[in-house]
């Protein structure tokens, strides 16, 4: 079947299926195929009313839904007979319709727990008053309930086909995922240092289990401080927190992650081991569903997302491995001990920013910082043009620090490149980056 194809190799693309088949026990089957995210539609019905558009709203989100008219088919006889009252006609009405037991007790502002209990005892009485004709609709009910059942017991809901905390906004709120708002939130991006070189000759298979095992402890570091993750694309992720939940604490969360990303997220191919490098900015992005009616891609967009990702490339630049803006570093209370690696343009930028390096939780008792006062002069020296005192405690840091020192070794080849061209007069402190 193509639509299990799909479903193998994307699992989280919703399905709707247009049949000419409106038998209930055909569309059952499909829902007990143990995933979320199929919607099962008479084709000949397409045109009627907005069933289309509430079908794939109803996959994208993770959700199943079933044709009315297979619903009636359900219902209907079921209820045959029997005196029911307006909530057990509402709870038929939304077992037949395909909604998982969470769903249902969200719409009904009650427990899972006691949606559950409610079922049971519908079920009862429906037996109870059940004719041999609607016999066989009961059963049909039961197999649909049975099959919602097991789906959540998989974990095949919203919750898991959704970045996290979006499924929950969406419930709570009753929000239209095609909507957008503007937020106030860190962005985290980051990519494995020397990964696209080495992996040219790797074999596919091997890189593409090593990567898989990479973005599983990514994964972790993120979702452990309560981060979305946005996409993965090849070796780069996208997280952000602060979004689609408030969460006060987004930069220092943020931050740890980035931290945790460095420290254990180090991917070996060929001998070779190959670190994570990341950067965090935070500011006001647009987010929301940025993709089509077909594909859902909650994410954000602005500024604050492109700083972050010229912030993650200039790791490469400064010999670093996390840097974040200084609107991130001005929202953190001492958590973690950082330096001041200068003030940049970036692409596109005519104002200059500071750009601080990360060199771990204050908590951790980070090694001997005895070497950071003469880095912190000599990138005062650089910036009042004092070139010769700030060669002098560049040299001094990097041997302060055992003969290694990325942003040292980046400003003394920069003053050397100043001092033998015309911008040493147009000199500010600013370091401009011409490339994104």
Not at 137 to 161: C, F, M, T, W
Not at 175 to 201: H, K, P, Q
Not at 342 to 361: D, N, R, S, T
Request: aromatic content about 6%; glycine content about 10%.
């Amino acid at each position: 079947m193509r639509r299990k194809q799909v479903r193998k190799r994307h699992p989280g693309t919703g399905i709707v299926v247009l049949s000419q088949y409106d038998e209930p026990d055909y569309a059952i089957s499909l829902l007990s195929e143990g995933a979320a995210g199929y919607a099962y539609l008479l084709k000949d019905r397409v045109a009627e009313g907005d069933e289309l558009f509430r079908a794939i709203r109803a996959v994208t989100t993770g959700g199943s839904m079933l044709d009315p008219r297979i619903v009636e088919a359900l219902v209907r006889p079921a209820s045959q007979g029997t005196d029911l009252t307006p909530d057990e006609e509402e709870l038929l009405q939304l077992l037949a319709e395909g909604r998982t037991m969470k769903a249902i007790a969200v719409a009904q502002g009650t427990t899972p727990a006691a949606v559950d209990d409610a079922v049971q005892k519908l079920f009862l009485k429906l037996a109870q008053a059940a004719s041999s004709g609607a016999s066989g609709a009961l059963r049909r009910l039961k197999l649909l309930h049975q099959a919602i059942v097991d789906r959540e017991e998989q974990g095949e809901s919203l919750s898991r086909l959704l970045p996290t905390g979006i499924a929950e906004k969406l419930r709570r709120e009753g929000r239209n995922i095609g909507g957008t708002e503007t937020l106030t939130v860190t962005v985290l991006m980051s990519d494995i240092r020397g990964y696209t070189t080495i992996a040219e000759d790797a074999d596919p298979t091997v890189l593409a289990r090593q990567l898989n095992e990479h973005r599983a402890e990514m994964n972790r570091a993120i979702l452990a401080e309560s981060g979305t993750v946005m996409q993965f694309v090849g070796d780069s992720v996208m997280a952000a927190w602060g979004m689609p939940l408030e969460d006060p604490e987004h930069p220092r969360k943020a931050v740890q992650a980035a931290w945790e990303l460095s420290e254990a997220s180090k991917l070996v191919v060929r001998g070779r081991v190959l670190t994570t490098r990341v950067g965090v900015s935070t500011g006001n992005v647009l987010a929301g569903n940025l993709g089509s009616p077909y594909r859902f891609d909650y994410t954000c967009i602005g500024d604050t997302t492109n700083l972050a990702s010229r912030l993650e490339g200039m790791n490469k630049m400064l010999g670093t491995s996390v840097l974040i803006s200084e609107s991130t570093a001005k929202r953190l209370k001492n958590e973690f001990v950082m330096r001041l690696t200068g003030y940049f343009a970036v692409a596109g930028k005519k104002q200059g920013i500071a750009v601080y390096e990360v060199l771990g939780p204050t908590k951790d008792g980070t090694n001997d910082l005895s070497w950071l006062p003469s880095f912190n002069q000599a990138l005062e020296g650089v910036k009042t043009g004092a070139f010769e005192d700030a060669k002098a405690l560049f040299r001094k840091t990097i041997w302060e620090r055992g003969g290694e020192d990325g942003p040292s070794q980046f400003y003394l080849t920069k003053i050397v490149q100043l001092e033998k061209s015309d911008q040493l007069r147009e000199w500010t402190g600013v370091v401009r980056l011409d490339e994104k």
